[in-house]
């Protein structure tokens, strides 16, 4: 009898997230691969019907996340909503009464990442969790051999939504006190998300006399995300929590030097001192110094580039051999 297995997922509305990235990925890998695995949108309204030998649900839907008949039950964990270090501890407690219900329904847990698989083991549910990192389109790569020696003010490139934890007007902060040097920022990313964040932080550049420093280009597709990477001289990521950091992995097979926190595989990503450099989350004074000496320091940026150009790059097939792996495993 020939496998039916259901991944449950909120319907496309707007630029991707990682996580529907993620989901994109996988179903678009399995489809090339002849996997049965079917990608089943919904947000509300009835369940819909059909047999599943496994239900995989989506964390984007883990309030709903629930057994619809004998089936196996696995959560797809690409976040946990309560390990936004901003969020007041009354409502951390009230999102982990929600994730913990979500763990405890399913058989077992894939999470995006370690950090997040970490936190669901702790939930002591004794569910089996299971990691399978994100992998990474070929353009990104070929982003690595289209990189050229720039002339100008040093390019930056973030690219995050636009969320108070993606950390911009920390950063934009700490550029102020760097308006000495010569640089460009470019901000890729929803505005939309968070309407305040983005007219807070055009302010703030503005008060500043950095507006013409900065670009706002919104939320952009992948292409154009690859080939700003290809035209910038560093990457700088001041996220205080990164389930993974996908756009991490993006910028280390792009070939492009980063400045970010120690959040997510960020240090399986990025070989601090070699590849680029790496800052405890809430370091003010080690970023904004560090930032300096990659503004000022065109060779370090060169060396790190370079030895960027040989790194290995996973593809997002190994991503759907983990998974199919885990699943299978899991069904016998």
Request: hydrophobic fraction near 45%; aromatic fraction near 8%.
């Amino acid at each position: 009898m020939s496998l039916r297995i259901g991944l449950f997922h909120p319907p496309p509305s707007g630029p991707l997230s990682g996580g529907d990235l993620y989901d994109r990925k996988l179903l678009d890998v399995a489809a090339a691969r002849g996997y049965p695995l079917q990608s089943v949108p919904w947000r509300d309204g009835p369940v819909p019907s059909g047999r599943w030998d496994l239900l995989v649900w989506d964390s984007l839907l883990m309030d709903r996340c629930a057994r619809l008949a004998d089936e196996r039950v696995a959560l797809l964990l690409h976040y946990l909503p309560s390990l936004d270090p901003a969020l007041e501890s009354s409502r951390r407690a009230e999102l982990q009464a929600v994730e913990r219900r979500a763990v405890a329904t399913a058989d077992f847990v894939v999470a995006s990442g370690r950090p997040v698989a970490d936190a669901a083991k702790a939930f002591g549910t004794g569910k089996p969790v299971f990691v399978c990192e994100p992998g990474v389109d070929p353009m990104f790569a070929l982003a690595r051999a289209q990189r050229v020696a720039r002339r100008g003010p040093v390019r930056l490139l973030t690219v995050a939504h636009l969320l108070p934890a993606k950390g911009h007007a920390w950063l934009l902060g700490i550029l102020r006190e760097l308006s000495d040097l010569p640089w460009q920022w470019d901000v890729v990313g929803d505005r939309d998300r968070s309407p305040g964040t983005f007219r807070q932080l055009r302010e703030q550049a503005g008060r500043a006399g950095l507006a013409e420093q900065i670009a706002f280009h919104g939320a952009v597709a992948q292409a154009q995300v690859a080939a700003r990477m290809a035209d910038s001289d560093l990457f700088v990521f001041p996220s205080s929590f990164e389930s993974y950091g996908m756009v991490l992995a993006e910028a280390a097979a792009a070939g492009l030097p980063v400045l970010a926190h120690r959040v997510g595989a960020a240090e399986q990503l990025i070989r601090d001192g070699e590849t680029g450099l790496l800052v405890e989350v809430g370091d003010r004074d080690g970023f904004r110094a560090k930032l300096r000496t990659l503004l000022t320091d065109a060779a370090l940026r060169a060396r790190f580039g370079e030895k960027l150009r040989d790194a290995p790059v996973r593809g997002w097939d190994e991503t759907f051999a983990d998974f199919r792996a885990v699943c299978e495993a899991m069904l016998e």
